[in-house]
């Protein structure tokens, strides 16, 4: 939304004020002085609800029926012509039944796999939105193998802003890093920056190490993240049982991780299915080398060897033979970080991204209009980009 030109899209923004992070995105939205945003009771955070009985959910979901009516209002009096939310289980299905209800394009953005886990609610949101945007053709593939129309769905790329992610920044926290985690100024530095998930890839970093212990007997590795209490305690005992207790660091969530990419010697995150990997992508643009896996969405981002080096999923031992390569090769390091921001800047950057949705957005309203049905006719413009 902060990087559409005027003649790309015309942006309106309906949010829920009753979502946690509301007062964040008022202050973040009031940033953009190209986009008109509006707050409505869209329900309250499902957390919230996730003891309650089907009675008090049923309730709780009240005042957004009232809103949505004032949603399909909004759309119809701004004359809007796309409907595009998230996947989650609300975005997806109320995008759906405001498209039904008002005639616009309806598109879910699925950042996720499709799997059991998903709600109805969401199923019934892809399966009848007008499209579907994958951020990988990993994702895109796995959609069309759980039924949904290969047409339908296009891939768009996740962006990184290379300003931002710039190497060349100088970051007042960076210096207390190492002297914050009692780590020697000389000492390898490695890092990962994920949920605390076991498929993230931090038990094989963890493993790594431990394999390393003697070869590298000065590696330090910090883990980012919001910390889990019962995932960090597996985490704390497989570094005990590996002998590396003191060389694995905890930093928990960091609102931002450029001081701590600035610090690490190599990025590595070897999580396996990959959505996309936009903490990779985040690092390639700090010229950070990164080691990963070579599924899911990260072969579509990493050529190996040039900007980044693949291994094999879910073992130690391919990650530690990395790290190794890496650490005793550091002109190699050096080009790698080189191309990596490169690739970052001329594939994946805000601009790019926002030229192939707008070219989306055009092609789905043009298609609109060759097959016109209920108000969609009459939300048609021809004049710039579309509003959305």
Known sequence: MANFVPDEAEVFVVSNSQAADADEMRI??????????????????????ANKSLLSKALAYG???????????FIRR????????????????YVNLLGHMTGAVSIVHMHSHLGDYHTLPTLW??????????????????????????????????????????????????????????????????????????????????????LLR????????IILGSNV??????????????????????????????????EFDLFVHPSYGEPFGLAITEAMAMRKPVIACGTGGVPEIITHGKDGWLVEERSAKAVAAAITKLLNDPELCRQMGYNARETVRTRFSPRQQCAAVAQQYKSLVAEARRKP??????????DGGPRC
Do not use: C
Request: no cysteine.
């Open 214 to 221: 003697q070869s590298h007997a000065d590696l330090h590795v």
């Open 373 to 382: 049905v209920g108000y969609i006719s009459s939300l048609l413009r021809t």
């Open 28 to 49: 973040r939205l009031a940033g953009m002085p190209n986009v008109s945003s509006t707050f409505l009771p869209l329900g309250r955070p499902a957390e919230a609800l």
């Open 229 to 262: 209490p019962e995932v960090r305690a597996d985490f704390e005992k497989r570094a005990r049982e590996g002998g590396v207790a003191d060389r694995i660091h905890f930093g928990g969530f960091q609102n931002d991780v450029r001081p701590f990419l600035q």
């Open 125 to 210: 949101g892809m399966r009848n939105a007008t499209a579907i945007f994958a951020i990988s053709d990993y994702i895109r593939d796995g959609l069309v193998r759980m039924g949904l129309k290969l047409e339908k769905i296009h891939t768009t790329y996740n962006a990184v802003d290379t300003d931002h992610f710039d190497p060349q920044k100088e970051l007042e926290s960076r210096q207390s890093i190492r002297r914050q985690f009692g780590i020697p100024e000389k000492a390898p530095l490695v890092g990962i920056a994920a949920r605390m998930n076991p498929w993230k890839g931090q038990i094989e970093l963890i493993e790594a190490a431990s």
């Open 63 to 73: 005042p957004s029926v009232a809103s949505l009516i004032k949603v399909a209002a």
């Open 78 to 93: 701004n004359r809007i012509q796309i409907i595009h939310s998230t996947d989650r289980p609300r975005d997806a299905s």
